[in-house]
């Protein structure tokens, strides 16, 4: 999948693309047709830069209801000739999700659209579960036939569908169709279910990993043809080495971490690490300075697992450094460093910033840090990134570290918070908007009323429902 392209976060389209509630409120200020098209423009060329944490389906489906929007161009989008050519499930699983969303609001052209996706569109699984959860019984009935048709009747295609089934997300649709009397309908669903818990079965028959009497040298040379294989182990051989290792066996742990192949020095390192080795920082100091990119990558994740004060105490010594170990030691110190770090958590905040951008993944923990250090200075880079961020989860953090650190946040960000694509952002601004402003009022109002909406933003506002705001 291609990165999306962003527009401007000044824009009507750029703030739409980030999931951020003025982007609801600019549209309903704008010209319909604009607004429109603008979210057209989203929902069929998803903006997320990872869809499978961000989200924006209910955000986009809410924006719909009102602007009265109609599904033409999804539909095109979903039944185009290009849903054969490009199969991958980003290209429209935004569109599904938004159409199950609709449907819950009683949308029945929405719910259309999804039972005639699942019968005859490339991502039909998706829209399946879509409809598992909205559609009724003899809806998802009359979708039986279409859905069995895809698997042909032969080992191969019993194969694929006792797969399909086994490792459905949402089992509702197999469970009914398991019900039906005609032997090409219930006694295939039965048959494919009994061959998927079987193949669960052959598979814990069949462990591949380590074994009761292995030794500190066994898992070694198991982590090692796992790298080999691109298969990084270096977690679950640290903590098979954890169970298997004595007082014994340091010293050839240690010479693992120093000299090892990649592979072994991984898992020795995170082995060490987690056992708080007095010895695991200098390692981890002679990985990062090596010439090996891959053991000094799991080096550093090593520390980054370290929550001891010597681990914040070297992480005082290697924040100024510009490597992956510096970030890292920035990283510790947000997350568990005291009031004297807050300056080299701001300074780290800032670099970034001007480095990486507003995007830069290792802002989130310096984010989370500077709430947690409650460093109000840092309040002009926070509404920075919170602006400029493509980055739902980020802007969330954001929103909570302003919380913590800006006096105006409450009349500020937090209105327009309400009505943030993610919930957890929704949540802190129930918490948090001053509910003097008349579209507060009226937003938690209906935010208390939508059944679609999460129980800890609706939590949330029944915390401010009372003294502070009758209904």
């Not at 929704?426 to 001053?434: D, I, M, P, Q």
């Amino acid at each position: 999948m291609f990165e999306p392209v962003i527009a401007p976060s000044g824009t009507l389209l750029g703030l739409l693309q980030r999931g951020r509630g003025d982007g609801t409120l600019h549209a309903l200020a704008a010209p319909r047709a604009e607004a429109l098209a603008a979210l057209n423009h989203c929902v069929l060329d998803d903006p997320r830069h990872d869809w499978q944490v961000e989200n924006r389906s209910l955000y986009y489906a809410r924006l719909y209801l009102d602007l009265h929007g109609g599904l033409d161009e999804i539909e095109a989008h979903l039944f185009g000739a290009e849903d054969h050519l490009d199969t991958e499930e980003s290209r429209t699983g935004l569109a599904l999700a938004v159409l199950g969303h609709l449907a819950s609001y009683g949308r029945h052209d929405a719910l259309l659209l999804l039972r005639r996706y699942a019968a005859t569109g490339t991502n039909w699984a998706w829209a399946l579960d879509e409809l598992a959860v909205r559609d009724d019984d003899a809806g998802l009935r009359a979708l039986a036939l279409p859905v069995l048709a895809r698997f042909a009747a032969d080992p191969e295609g019993e194969a694929e569908l006792a797969a399909v089934v086994r490792d459905a997300f949402e089992p509702r649709p197999w469970r009914l169709w398991a019900e039906d009397p005609r032997p090409s309908v219930g006694a295939r669903i039965k048959a494919a279910r009994e061959q998927g818990s079987f193949d669960r079965w052959q598979r814990q028959m069949r462990p591949s990993g380590p074994r009761p009497e292995w030794g500190v040298r066994a898992v070694l040379d198991w982590a090692q043809a796992g790298y080999e294989r691109g298969a990084v182990l270096h977690g679950p051989a640290a903590r098979c080495l954890s169970a298997v290792a004595g007082p014994e066996d340091r010293p050839e742990i240690l010479a693992a971490a120093r000299s090892g192949a990649e592979g072994e020095r991984g898992a020795a390192l995170h082995h060490l690490a987690e056992a708080r080795d007095p010895a695991v920082l200098d390692l981890v100091e002679l990985a990062a300075n090596g010439d090996s990119r891959p053991v000094a990558e799991a080096a550093v994740a090593a520390y980054r697992r370290m929550c001891g004060d010597d681990a914040v105490a070297r992480a005082r010594a290697w924040v100024r450094r510009t490597d992956d170990l510096g970030k890292a030691a920035a990283e510790v110190l947000a997350g568990r460093g005291t009031a004297q770090d807050a300056g080299l958590v701001l300074g780290a905040l800032r670099g970034t910033i001007r480095s990486a951008g507003p995007d830069a993944p290792e802002l989130a923990v310096l984010v989370d840090g500077v709430g947690r250090l409650d460093i109000a200075v840092a309040a002009p880079a926070l509404r920075h990134v919170y602006r400029e961020t493509s980055s739902s989860q980020l802007r969330g953090r954001v929103a909570r570290a302003l919380a913590a650190t800006d006096p105006t946040f409450a009349t500020g960000f937090a209105v327009e918070c309400l009505w943030d694509c993610e919930e957890t952002t929704r949540e802190v601004a129930a918490l948090h908007a001053e509910t003097g402003d008349v579209r507060v009022a009226e937003r938690l109002r209906r935010l208390a009323a939508d059944p679609a909406e999460e129980a800890e933003v609706q939590t949330a506002v029944r915390n401010r429902i009372g003294p502070d705001l009758q209904v």
